[in-house]
């Protein structure tokens, strides 16, 4: 029972390049998420998915793109990649889109240079 | 929008003695307040959560407490053990459509031998 599987676990860019992280479900959960984790600031939600074909953006979207391929797969896209979006990037989904709890993935830590 | 603060962000025990942690919330239409364990390395895990009609809940050696009019709810970890050891985060829903969760910033927990 893999949970949530993100892909890569350690990514070094350049500033300008472009990257897609991966995300996959196997709970057939409806709702899935993109986090990002910065030292003392907690998990900030950047995109989320409340259900298959729809997108929203949350607290800290610009620079960033998502695609939910299927109701499995949530991708996440930085277009071009700057110094300021090091950090580490989690994904979760949940059942339902409101008050329940939410299954993480084991991060990508992302260095852009 | 949903602001949730969590002191203190480092707290340091004894084995057996116990531990506090408190969050507070801005947003009075919140409804449930989930608690995340965070092992090095790892993907935020729930450990305990609570509904707004419920003041108090208990798994064991945790217990939450919520105190809507006073807008705060804390973690309590009785007869800590090493394995404590873990940076613990709060949560909010928020009041928006998908009620998206806002995350307080950390708690690092040292359970010392």
């Known amino acids: 029972n893999a949970g949530v599987t993100q892909t890569p676990k350690f990514q070094v860019l350049k500033t300008g390049q472009s990257m897609t992280l991966q995300c996959a479900q196997d709970?057939?959960?409806?709702?899935m998420y993109w986090y990002r984790q910065d030292p003392g600031m907690g998990l900030r939600l950047i995109y989320y998915?409340?259900?298959?074909?729809?997108?929203d953006k949350g607290e800290v979207p610009n620079g960033y793109n998502v695609s939910r391929l299927n109701k499995r797969e949530f991708s996440l896209r930085l277009e071009s990649a700057a110094p300021s979006q090091t950090s580490v990037y989690f994904c979760?989904?949940?059942?339902?889109?409101?008050?329940?709890?939410?299954?993480f993935g084991q991060g990508t830590r992302l260095t852009v240079v | 929008g949903e602001n949730v603060e969590q002191h203190p962000s480092t707290l340091s025990v004894q084995e057996g003695d116990s531990a506090v942690i408190k969050c507070t919330y801005s947003?009075?239409?919140?409804?449930?307040f989930p608690w995340y364990k965070q092992e090095l390395g790892k993907g935020p895990q729930l450990i305990i959560d609570?509904?707004?009609?419920?003041g108090e809940k208990k798994d064991q050696r945790i217990a939450v407490t919520l105190n809507k009019t006073a807008k705060h709810f804390s973690l309590h970890i009785t007869e800590t053990q090493p394995e404590d050891s873990a940076v613990y985060f709060c949560?909010?829903?928020?009041?928006?459509?998908?009620?998206?969760?806002?995350f307080g910033s950390g708690t690092q927990l040292t359970v010392l031998p």
């Open positions: 979760a989904s949940t059942a339902l889109a409101e008050n329940t709890e939410a299954f």
């Open positions: 709970m057939n959960h409806n709702s």
């Open positions: 998915s409340a259900s298959e074909g729809t997108t």
């Open positions: 947003d009075s239409a919140s409804n449930y």
């Open positions: 609570i509904r707004s009609n419920v």
């Open positions: 949560a909010a829903s928020g009041s928006g459509s998908a009620r998206q969760l806002t």
